[in-house]
């Protein structure tokens, strides 16, 4: 039974899962806004926000933890000019909106997902 289990399993048994929810957040850190599914939007929503909280600190420590939890391109990123900007604020700062159009090939539906 899966009581009290979160997240979704894509498919995926549990490293390749984190591995691929990662590189999702790391593509979406670099490029400020990316196209995906909405199952994979909501999943991410959470996690690129806690690092963004931890990123918010500002001291050696939290990069540092940044730098396990994040390939280093997008961890720098993330501390240096994304958290900057969310300095004052106290969360949201992503937005999952959902599109019209959908998936091609399984007619899944899609989402853009993007920092405010």
Same mark, same amino acid.
């Not at 549990?14 to 979406?28: A, C, D, E, P, Y």
């Not at 994304?82 to 300095?87: G, H, T, W």
């Given at each position: 039974m +899966?009581?009290?289990r979160q997240?979704r399993?894509f498919g995926r048994k549990?490293? =390749? +899962?984190?591995?691929? /929810? ?5 593509? @979406? /850190?670099m =490029?400020?806004?990316i196209t ?8 991410m929503k959470? !996690?690129v926000e806690? &690092?963004?909280t931890i990123?918010r600190k500002?001291? @050696?420590?939290? &990069? !540092? &933890?940044l730098? *396990?939890?994040? $390939? ?5 990123r @993330?501390?240096?000019e994304?958290? $900057? #900007?969310?300095?004052n %604020? !106290?969360?949201g700062?992503? #937005? ?5 159009? #959908? !998936? %091609? *090939?399984?007619?899944?539906p =899609?989402?853009? /997902?993007e920092?405010v």
């Open positions: +899966r009581h009290a997240g399993k549990k490293g =390749q +899962r984190r591995s691929f /929810i990662t590189g999702l957040v790391h593509n @979406l /850190i =490029q400020d806004k995906t599914t909405e199952a994979r939007a909501k999943e959470s !996690r806690k &690092l963004v990123a500002n001291d @050696l420590a939290a &990069l !540092r &933890l730098e *396990r939890r994040l $390939p280093k391109a997008s961890a720098y @993330l501390y240096h994304v958290a $900057p #900007r969310y300095k %604020k !106290r969360g700062y992503v #937005r999952v909106k959902k599109m019209t159009a #959908r !998936r %091609k *090939r399984d007619n899944a =899609q989402a853009i /997902i920092f």
